[in-house]
């Protein structure tokens, strides 16, 4: 077993996000999507007539909050992108101003030039000695403009590309930012019901609860005592993730003490020196497709359908994975409810 990592490439969680990650961990059920998912067939909370129903209510408000957990993340990672594509059409805007300032200024030139050298064609047939000299200074002329407007028009377009492009970027990082404002807040919304569901997780019995866990994120299954992954780039991140086993599920946390299911793929990957979004939907489009049967240690291997969790393979069908609140980092089956798809990316 490695030595376990704890000064991790990326950034703790702040401490709202800290405060608000422990709340949904002491709850082990908050924030549920029900604006933002079909509402499950069952009773509503405080309504299930059976200890079974209860449990079953319980495991699918558990399953929501992670949904609308990585909504959070992945409308992050959009916002930022975003973001940085805004700046960057700034950028060229300021540049092709500055181009267009240029040839102002060359233009100027150019006229005065033109003007007290040799103003007009019929200027220079007067001060011609030839008809070849003629010829010569009103080619020159000519060129001198034909150049001008050229480059007029060139950076001209350009400065309009820019500009376009400058007010698309806004335009995206505006609706980014609606959107996570739209998904923050529901989750804020969301996290009201807490209660409820708290009074309801605490009815259960022990086994219950457990089934609780079971359901949402699978049996825990003992881990080989090695694993020996294809590389040392993917043996890197396989043992920085087995290391952070027992750490608490934390919403919105990256490590190293505590994680969601994202933050912890980004973790171990940014120990090898790759970085990844902190969003399982964002993770699930990069680096190839891999089949099931093709699956190597450190593949992500991903689930649901819009994806909102997200592991890594470690061999013999398994996977660590930060599961969901109210659980910690640990080995489960790859195959377990919601097995989507898997990429490489070493």
């Keep these: 077993m490695p030595v376990r990592r704890r000064t991790a490439p990326s950034a703790a969680p702040s401490g709202a996000r800290r405060r608000s990650g422990r709340g949904l961990l002491a709850v082990g059920v908050a924030g549920l999507a029900v604006a933002l998912l079909p509402a499950p067939a069952q009773a509503a909370p405080g309504q299930a007539s059976t200890p079974e129903e209860a449990t079953q209510l319980v495991a699918d408000a558990t399953h929501q909050l992670e949904v609308v957990t990585e909504q959070v993340n992945d409308a992050q990672v ?123 997780f605490a009815a259960l019995s022990v086994p219950q609860r457990a089934a609780v866990v079971e359901a949402t994120s699978g049996p825990e299954v003992t881990p080989p005592a090695t694993v020996v992954a294809d590389g040392a780039a993917a043996q890197t991140v396989v043992d920085t993730a087995m290391a952070q086993r027992g750490d608490p599920y934390v919403w919105g946390a990256g490590g190293p003490g505590s994680f969601d299911c994202s933050g912890l793929t980004a973790y171990a990957y940014a120990a090898a020196g790759i970085s990844l979004p902190h969003s399982s939907a964002a993770q699930a489009r990069m680096g190839s497709p891999v089949s099931r049967g093709d699956l190597q240690p450190g593949d992500l291997v991903y689930f649901y359908s819009p994806v909102s969790h997200i592991g890594i393979y470690i061999g013999n069908g398994m996977m660590v994975h930060a599961p969901t609140s109210g659980d910690v980092v640990k080995v489960s089956s790859v195959d377990m409810s919601g097995y989507a798809g898997a990429r490489r990316l070493l």
């Design 78 to 200: 959009q916002l930022a992108q975003q973001q940085a594509a805004a700046a960057g059409a700034q950028q060229s805007a300021a540049d092709a101003q500055a181009q267009l300032q240029s040839l102002g200024a060359q233009m100027d030139e150019v006229a005065v030039s033109a003007y007290t050298g040799n103003p007009s064609g019929f200027a220079a047939l007067l001060t011609s000695a030839s008809p070849e000299e003629f010829l010569a200074q009103v080619s020159t002329l000519d060129l001198i403009a034909g150049h001008t407007d050229d480059l007029l028009t060139q950076v001209s377009a350009a400065a309009q590309t820019a500009t376009d492009a400058q007010a698309a970027a806004d335009a995206a990082a505006a609706q980014a930012q609606q959107t996570l404002d739209q998904v923050t807040a529901q989750q804020q919304d969301l996290q009201q019901q807490i209660a409820t569901y708290q009074a309801q």
